[in-house]
Nanobody, 113 residues
């Protein structure tokens, strides 16, 4: 099983991006999906999380700007990012927890004028 991410890129401050992550194979009983991010020189931290039942969690710095959603039929998780700031710059990784823990390869998001 591989997690394939897409949607990263360069955007100006205040702009938007939508990240997608799809599992290429079958993951048994996905319990949760999440997006983590790693800024240059910093550790990887969770940005947003969604459970199988729908409840979500956001780190304070992205609340009101990011929205996580999932399509269970497609084994896909999305991250809509609005009002992007330079401090949102980093590598974004998707994460899925089922019978095992799965990680994507990461996609670069750069917010700069």
């Amino acid at each position: 099983v591989q997690l394939v991410e897409s949607g990263g890129g360069l955007v100006q401050p205040g702009g938007s991006l939508r990240l997608s992550c799809t599992a290429s194979g079958s993951i048994f009983s996905i319990k949760s999906m999440a997006w983590y991010r790693q800024a240059p020189g910093k550790q990887r931290d969770m940005a947003a999380w969604i459970s199988s039942g729908g409840p979500t969690y956001y780190v304070d710095s992205v609340k009101g700007r990011f929205t996580i959603s999932r399509d269970n039929a497609k084994n896909t998780v999305y991250l809509q990012m609005n009002s992007l700031k330079p401090e949102d710059t980093g590598i974004y990784y998707c994460n899925m927890i089922g019978d095992k823990v799965f990680w994507g390869q990461g996609t670069q998001v750069t917010v700069s004028s």
